[in-house]
């Protein structure tokens, strides 16, 4: 294939919607924890592509189902059922709380079907009234119309109006704020176990029990949006296992294709009663390869070798972590569970983790943030032991850059 033109950073701004600002460099190849771009230039990856490709890059189990899967069918549409869509909703079910599971491509589209499911129930078992989903400020749930009003934060919707009605938004680990909101006209309320996006935020302990307990006096179903805290990034298969917590919907994604598009809606026999044939819908959803590989994933992930070396991991995360701010003073707090790490700068540096992140991808190592002030780290769940060494030297240099620029 000829083409008359060079494939840069530059045509990127000539030829994409002007929506994204990304690094200056195109990575070209990956293989576990290490990428390599146009130049041949190697970095280590602390951020697995936003907390998904939780297995690293290429892992040659799933390179083997892409290809194995791709050489037989990918893809039916709904007309007709396939093996790898049952064989992955059938390993989700036993291993969580839910009974019923729903394929979407995306974790937007994995949420839109959760809060259209939850006003569905509501009509059906209580009447049109009991219609309004309550969700946290700074929350973040995709990027269709009815998630970015769901989601906390109100940059994301302005511009787009009219939007969905009938949302509310309460201040998150402040169990007044929602026991003031919450009432019989509630279908949902829905939370991140940890909020990824609005900065790693976790809830105080027994802060969801005692959300649990006002959903279920108002008759309203609880939704965990696991799309970034799922598949084994806080060291159990779904965050909410951690307390043990159990909701009547949760949403995957990310973490869950390793890669590949794919998300999961999960729910119980009792809530999914409410959608009958044609309710809603997906053409790619559950296609046969974004399943296969799926369940390749979750094969590997869902096992005690994995799910123990994230907390491994994290430990050795955390302790350099420690020793370089122990001498650069640069993060007044750790937070998250497992590989997902949100580092809140201190105030001088408030505003600035983008700089942080800049600095070590110009030495060669790639992170993420979460909101102006936290630096994110959510890497493969395996990443070798070395490349977190060889990261954090890299990452210490690149505070050096920032400290004394
Ligand atoms: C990333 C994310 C989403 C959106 O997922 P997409 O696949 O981008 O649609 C939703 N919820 C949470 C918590 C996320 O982190």
Known sequence: MSQNFSVT??????????????GNKIPVKGLGSRVWDQDNREYIDFAGGIAVTSLGHSHPKLVETLQTQGAKIWHLSNVLANEPAIRLAKKLTDSTFAEKV?????GGEANEAALKLARKYASVNFGEDKNEIIAFEQSFHGRTLFTVTVGGQPKYTEGFGPLPQGIKHVKFNDIDSLKNAISDKTCAVIVEPIQGEGGILSPEPGYLKDVKALCKKNNALLIYDEVQTGMGRTGKLYAYMNEGVEPDILTSAKGLGGGFPIGAMLTTNKVSECFHVGTHGSTY???????????TVLDIVNTEEVLDGVIKKR??????????????KVFKEIRGMGLLIGLQVEDIYKGKAKQFVNAALDLGLMLLIAGPDVVRIAPSLIIPDKDIEEGLLLFKKAIEKVVTA
């Open 315 to 328: 430990e050795l995360f955390i302790s350099g972590i420690n020793k370089i701010n122990d001498e650069f």
């Open 102 to 106: 729903f394929f979407s491509n995306s």
């Open 285 to 295: 959803g559950g296609n046969p390869l974004g399943a296969a590989i799926a369940e």
């Open 9 to 22: 950073r530059e045509l990127f701004d000539d030829v994409m919607v002007p929506n994204y600002s990304p």
